[in-house]
């Protein structure tokens, strides 16, 4: 049914559980960053238009050292040292991401069946927004957001489109996530 299946953020587990999962390991745009359900719609609805600019860019360190873009709250935490003077590989890092980005627009132009998997504690008002821009971008190729929360077991948010299940994690918290949780919710494992 999907040709593909790929990560929408939230942050970097779902990329993870993706690659295990479907030993596919292409990299995509959203696979290692901290953003927000308005930050991915933003993004989607944009082109991602004016991102990874310098003047908005900062160094945080809380609560752990990373680089945000304000313009669109995103966070990176693997593609910049961490450190003042940062900026210089702004251009580094912008040519990354510039092919990865090209590689979403193939992605949203193409025929083939989509799966965007969504990881976040945000409910369906948050995540509704990443859906619709997904739906412009898509317009009647098809899709489906698989939207994930660990947080709350609620009922079907009956959107089109999307699905929304709980995501148990494991304890202690381990940013790639429980291997079985997420098997069971791709149907893998054994028989």
């Known amino acids: 049914m999907f040709g593909h ?12 559980q993706i690659r295990r999962i479907t030993g596919r390991h292409e990299a995509h745009v959203f696979d290692w960053l901290l953003v927000r359900a308005a930050g991915v719609a933003k993004l989607i609805d944009s082109g991602f238009e ?27 935490l693997h593609d910049f040292p961490l450190a003042p ?15 990865l980005v090209h590689r979403w627009q193939m992605l949203l132009a193409s025929d083939a069946g989509v799966l965007f998997v969504w990881k976040g504690d945000e409910g369906r008002e948050a995540v509704a927004p990443i ?19 660990s947080d709350l077991e609620e009922p079907d948010w009956h959107l089109p489109g999307v699905t929304n299940r709980f995501l148990r994690q ?8 429980d291997d079985a949780a997420w098997d069971a919710l791709f149907g893998v494992g054994p028989a």
């Open 5 to 16: 299946v790929v990560s929408v953020g939230g942050d970097c587990q779902p990329a993870h």
């Open 50 to 76: 004016g991102w990874l600019q310098t003047p908005a860019l900062s160094l945080e360190t809380q609560p752990y050292a990373h680089v945000r873009d304000a313009a669109y709250d995103v966070h990176f």
């Open 85 to 99: 003077g940062f900026e210089a590989e702004a251009g580094r890092v912008r040519a990354k991401y510039e092919v």
């Open 131 to 149: 859906a619709d821009a997904l739906r412009r971008a898509r317009g009647a190729r098809p899709f489906r957001l698989l939207a994930l929360r």
């Open 170 to 177: 494991p304890v202690p918290y381990d940013w790639t996530g």
